[in-house]
């Protein structure tokens, strides 16, 4: 047997509490769950895959015990892109491209990364030919709707007394007045020498979020984000073709094609292509070199926390610097956590994603009743 056969295929969820409730326009947190796929080979190494959501890890989780672990097994892990389209094309293509069964397949894909990674003896970044700098990050972590404008204020100011120098606002509330004021009281407390961009979570109309764009602009806002539902892309079409306020969207979009959709007709200027959300790195490479080819800035977003975007940035030919989102809620499940400093997080040194999981976050978040174990599982049959 190949060392890189397949021999078990595990899964199970973490929830990770938040230090304190959070909201924005359309979802309120308080834990962040990280489903999880460990896929081991026959030389003994675990490849391991995770996704990021707040409700309904079990549907990824079952995606992958009932309908990919069949497959899985006994396959070679080395031949990332022949499984991933086999996966692909399995009838679960029909009850779901996009979303849960596109997840996934996804967290699948960012194991078998992590297997080829660590592999080759590199750490992903290195493997994919990255450059060796630290990458800027942004800080999504103090903008929250549910925080008055003071408390976003005042924690947006801790925040660019550590370093970072970008800095993430929700917007979105039913009464678009209260967030031109939200975003002017902002601008005016903190200076005009921060980065800040807006994120709207798809809440508005054509007609609202048009009539933030001069507000957003005056603000001195470096992106619009999701400013109305993710599928209608002539709206974005028409809020970039404005030419007002860069518009930045991504996070649920789960695919290539409908990635090079938003491209080809001009509706976004930045690309927030999330690994956990697409069919996993495969798919990133793909949308983020397209992208970058069409003159965008690719600023993922952070649904894995940044532990395994931290290895995609800075690995296709682009002229814009690479920017990462960090969100620093799961830290400290894995075994090695990203490491932010001033602003920028260093690359990673250690083979593979950075997508291990310390057995004390197993002890301490493991959600009971999700996941499957690998002995409750047989291989296909040939057919
Ligand atoms: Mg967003």
Known sequence: MNGDVITSVETYALAVPLPRSLSDATARLTAWTVPVVEIRTADGRIGTGISGVHHGADLLTR?????????LLGAASEDILGTWKRLYWLPTHWVGRAGTVHMALSMVDIALWDLAAQRA?????????????????????GGWLNLSVEEVIRDLGA????GWRRLKVKIGTPDWREDAARVRAVRTAIGPDLTLMCDANQRWDLHTATRMLPVLAEAGMDWFEEPVHADDVLAHQRLQAAGIVDIAAGE?????????????????????????RVGGVTEFLQ??????????RVVPHAGDMMQV???????FLSETPPLLEYIPWTREAFVH??????????????????TAIAATARERWQVKGIGATPSNRRARQPR
């Open 287 to 296: 949308i983020a070199r397209h992208a970058a080819a069409a003159g965008l």
């Open 121 to 141: 003896g590199l750490p992903l970044w290195r493997l994919l030919g990255g450059t060796p700098g630290p990458i800027e990050t942004y800080n999504t972590d």
């Open 159 to 162: 925040l660019a007394d550590r």
């Open 252 to 276: 649920s979009l789960y695919s290539y094609h409908a990635f090079t959709t938003f491209i080809a007709t001009g509706a976004l200027r930045v690309v927030q292509v999330d690994v956990t």
């Open 63 to 71: 995606v992958i015990d009932r309908h990919y672990a069949p497959e």
């Open 309 to 315: 975007h931290q290895h995609l940035a800075g690995t």
């Open 337 to 354: 956590r990203s490491v932010v400093r001033d602003g920028y997080a260093a690359r990673p040194q250690e083979p593979g994603a950075s």
